[in-house]
């Protein structure tokens, strides 16, 4: 997706990197919308998903979707969730999350959105990231919506 921001000049994005839990899912279960607007940007971006997998359930509740989801290791997350996104490649990156293990994706990502959502959000997350949303379709919609993250980065 190619956008002119005024003040950013034309920013491209091809990868969205994205946190499970408090992020896409609660307790382990994806939120209901989701599977529709991932599917739809599944089409236009690549996909990734990196989650401390805190209630087992990613690779299951993502199984019918065209993401990789990829699990972190218990110690260490905000170091993994970082290396991942480099190995990806961080340009053209927009990353998604809410925990503090997102903080250093979302902070050098190319654009890093917290979610505040019902488990809130770090305030290292919030601290890093270029936008800050109520939730996580808000979110995804940024980009079926471009105009809206045009309106939210213009100087
Ligand atoms: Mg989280």
């Given at each position: ?72 290791p ?23 999350g ?32 270029d ?25």
């Open positions: 997706m190619e956008i002119e921001i005024f003040g950013m000049g034309s920013v491209s994005f091809k990868r969205i990197i994205l946190d499970f839990n408090g992020t896409l899912a609660v307790s382990g279960v994806l939120k209901e919308g989701i599977k529709n607007i991932l599917e739809k940007l599944s089409k236009e971006f690549e996909i990734h998903v990196v989650t401390g997998d805190t209630f087992s359930s990613a690779k299951e509740q993502l199984k019918d979707l065209d993401v990789k989801t990829v699990i972190a218990l110690i260490n997350q905000t170091a993994f969730k970082l290396d991942y996104a480099k190995s990806i490649g961080l340009s053209n990156l927009v990353a998604i809410n925990g503090k293990n997102d903080s250093l994706m979302l902070k050098h990502a190319h654009l890093g959105i917290c979610v505040i959502g019902q488990e809130g959000a770090s305030i290292e997350a919030i601290q890093n990231s936008i800050v949303v109520c939730d996580i379709i808000s979110a995804l919609e940024l980009f079926v919506y471009p105009k809206r993250l045009v309106a939210t980065l213009r100087t």
